[in-house]
């Protein structure tokens, strides 16, 4: 027959005993309670309470554990959290209540408490050397706070020093990424600063640091840093674009200019320098070669939609009174296809000018068609039959002249083209072609288009089909080729062999035409300090060119430049990279630091560890703590002063107490909690700051007065707690027990019509 327990009776026993002292059987008395209730979470709290008074810290920790644990999965987040700190203060070396702490923080919304904790257990975890755990940890904080930059530099350094340099790199770089966008271009300085103190020929760090300088219009150490950058590697076309608008700062076009052209033999679908290029050219007057160069960028901007792109450089050689038929005919369209029709109107007038034609007499028609057909297109676009001007349509109804303007098919093809009618718009340039068989602009367009058009040179035989049948043998070609192959290779090799000649083809791998080009290169690397690259190129001309003396000559100069050159300076190391980075932590903290007269310099922090490093960040918590919830934090201060947690429900209450609504509960507890802390001087100090708070009820005065006499009383100041007393009595007599408090201190009550007062 099971045994009925009285859970009441054993937990009025144990309180027997706690007063008595013996605490071993009340332990007795509540582990019977637990046995018959196991989920009663207040008596397994006080069973722990129990356990850590005898001395017992195991089970002690055992019971608050389970008692965390239970807060936890029903949800009452605060409570564990209040729980779990109790376990820290019994035994701090568990590192996973750390985890487990910033983990339900981070729940609860707590940002700035979540990184406290992941603080103290990335600093137990480096003590012990475990660099996978605190990779792994810091990589929770930062996502716990994207915005924190030395979070974020620790996480980058742990990369570093764990050998893996891309993910180390790649983190640096969206950090730098990340204040560049808040303009803090000076702390980006900082960070590139500190990885060239570990990695210091970092090509990509060289190159950040330098753009950081050229930003901040330090163009000397811009111009030391990117040329580093470029000599790490000699492709990188970002710093050489840097590099160029360097130049341009400096007004130096000689070396802007060289710079373009080494970025385009590089690189030459670059739009940035085949558009600055142009400009360079343009200002020197070198208008063919700037227009060949412009060209292929124009063309490229006007395919992808970037109008304004293309007129830019278009407006550069109009500008300088450049009219070449074809660049007019481009900005016309350029113009035409933005909308802005008279522009266009004007540019067609200056270009019929310029080319010997009448002005057109369909400009205004033009003009009033061009802006009526994407209306009436956007409407039939869904059934994919749009109307066309009858002079457009191939079989359509003739008008009394034939159209003369090529323009005008392509207008209408480029429109249908727009609404993705494709169909349409080769009938219009089918029918431009048969008006204007030799257009290249036309054929181009169809060409575009996927259409298979003849070669020119037979559209203008007079006789096609004639030709046509004569070209059928071509069949047999391949046959010849296959022949003539070998025939080829004998009648090439066989004089070498004999004569010991030099072979033509020789002369074709390197083409005098190609000396230039490559002299030009070889000038790039020469002012960019880059000689043994520069030599290179000398070397390889004079290969196929032993006599040619220009090269020779540059070789010279090279080797009595290379003789007094320096090495391209850049930030010294720094005595250890482990505290640079470390440091690095401290500095990237706030929303505004402290910055260094130079990238390498030390602070006093870095000769510290990580602990003290990661203590300087904490003066940003306050701040961060602000934006937090403070009835979340008011909440948290009960619980932590219900688990006896004192100065933990101090910290709470003061940041609570930012909420105004909150400000006078907060004075009242945080006094409280001193009374019972035993500071007394602290808890009058803080009662008299919540009575002088404004727009306080009388209860609520009579009530914090009370609580002030009572810290007076318990620091043996009976006169002051007196007074206080007595202030709470004038308020409200009935309260608590404020008249014996009255009466034993001396004081006495008297009543006169209908009033009382105090002697």
């Not at 965390?68 to 590192?95: E, R």
């Not at 990885?195 to 000397?220: D, F, M, Q």
């Not at 300088?320 to 005919?329: A, M, S």
């Not at 904490?618 to 947690?645: C, F, P, R, S, W």
């Amino acid at each position: 027959m099971a045994v009925t327990i009285d859970k009441g009776k054993l937990i009025d026993q144990a309180q027997k005993y706690i007063q008595k002292g013996l605490f071993d059987k009340a332990v007795s008395e509540y582990q019977k309670v637990m046995e018959a209730d196991p989920k009663d979470i207040r008596s397994r709290l006080k069973l722990g309470e129990l356990y850590l008074k005898v001395g017992n810290k195991t089970s002690a920790v055992n019971e608050y554990s389970a008692v965390a644990a239970s807060y936890t999965s029903d949800g009452f987040i605060l409570q564990a959290i209040a729980v779990f700190k109790q376990l820290l203060k019994i035994d701090p070396s568990i590192s996973d209540i750390y985890v487990k702490l910033a983990k339900l923080y981070k729940k609860q919304g707590l940002v700035a408490d979540g990184l406290a904790q992941y603080r103290i257990v990335i600093a137990n975890y480096e003590k012990q050397g475990k660099t996978a755990e605190a990779l792994e940890a810091l990589k929770d904080m930062a996502s716990m706070d994207p915005e924190n930059f030395s979070i974020r530099a620790k996480l980058a350094d742990i990369y570093l020093k764990a050998g893996d340099n891309n993910k180390a790199l790649g983190e640096f770089s969206r950090i730098a990424d990340d204040l560049k966008k808040k303009g803090r271009m000076e702390d980006v300085i900082i960070l590139y600063g500190k990885l060239l103190s570990a990695k210091p020929n970092c090509g990509e760090a060289l190159r950040g640091i330098g753009e950081a300088y050229l930003e901040t219009g330090r163009k000397k150490e811009a111009l030391n840093s990117l040329q580093a950058a470029i000599k790490a590697d000699p492709n990188d076309t970002i710093a050489l674009s840097l590099l160029a608008r360097l130049y341009l700062e400096l007004n130096d076009g000689k070396n802007a200019k060289l710079t373009y052209e080494n970025i385009l033999r590089i690189a030459p679908s670059s739009d940035d320098a085949r558009k600055g290029l142009a400009k360079l050219l343009i200002n020197e007057g070198n208008y063919a070669e700037g227009m060949e160069t412009a060209l292929p960028f124009i063309d490229k901007a006007m395919e992808g939609n970037n109008f304004d792109g293309a007129l830019g450089i278009l407006l550069e050689f109009y500008r300088n009174d450049v009219r070449e038929p074809r660049l007019l005919d481009k900005m016309a369209n350029a113009y035409r296809l933005k909308g802005e029709i008279e522009k266009e109107i004007a540019i067609r007038e200056e270009l019929s000018q310029l080319t010997g034609e009448a002005p057109k007499l369909e400009k205004t028609i033009e003009k009033a068609a061009v802006k009526a057909v994407p209306e009436s297109l956007e409407k039939e676009a869904q059934t994919k039959e749009l109307p066309m001007e009858e002079h457009f349509v191939p079989g359509g109804k003739e008008t009394e002249e034939p159209v003369k303007d090529v323009y005008k098919y392509l207008t209408e093809a480029e429109v249908y083209v727009k609404y993705g009618l494709a169909d349409k718009a080769i009938e219009i340039l089918n029918a431009a072609l048969n008006a204007f068989p030799e257009d290249k602009e036309v054929r181009k367009k169809l060409a575009s288009l996927g259409v298979a058009l003849p070669e020119e040179a037979e559209e203008v035989l007079p006789e096609i089909e004639e030709v046509s049948m004569e070209v059928e043998p071509q069949e047999e070609v391949p046959l010849l080729e296959i022949e003539e192959v070998p025939e080829l290779e004998i009648a090439i090799e066989t004089p070498a062999e004999i004569t010991g000649e030099q072979p033509p083809q020789e002369e074709e791998k390197y083409p005098l035409s190609k000396i230039k080009e490559d002299m030009e290169e070889a000038d790039f690397y020469i002012q960019q300090g880059l000689y043994e690259d520069a030599r290179n190129i000398c070397n390889r001309i004079l290969e196929f060119h032993p006599e040619n003396e220009e090269t020779q000559s540059k070789l010279r100069a090279i080797d009595d430049a290379a003789q007094t050159i320096l090495p391209a300076p850049v930030p010294p190391p720094a005595e250890s990279a482990v505290e640079s980075f470390f440091d690095l932590a401290a500095e990237l903290d706030g929303e505004e630091f402290e910055t260094l007269t130079t990238p390498s310099g030390m602070r006093e922090a870095e000769k510290f560890g990580f602990e003290d490093i990661f203590s300087e960040f904490k003066k940003g918590v306050d701040t961060q703590l602000e934006k937090e919830d403070t009835e979340t934090h008011y909440n948290l201060g009960i619980a932590y002063k219900e688990m006896g947690l004192l100065d933990d429900a101090i910290r709470e209450f003061k940041i609570a107490s930012a909420d105004h609504k909150k400000e006078f509960d907060c004075y009242n507890l945080i006094g409280i909690c001193y009374v019972e802390k035993g500071a007394y001087k602290n808890a009058v100090e803080t009662f008299k700051k919540g009575l002088k708070l404004p727009d306080i009820s009388d209860d609520e005065y009579a009530g914090m007065n009370y609580e002030l006499g009572t810290a007076y009383e318990l620091s043996g100041m009976t006169g002051d707690a007196l007074s206080a007393y007595m202030e709470t009595g004038k308020k409200n007599p009935g309260f608590r027990d404020v008249q014996s408090k009255i009466l034993q201190l001396g004081g006495s009550r008297e009543t006169k019509k209908g009033r009382v007062s105090y002697v």
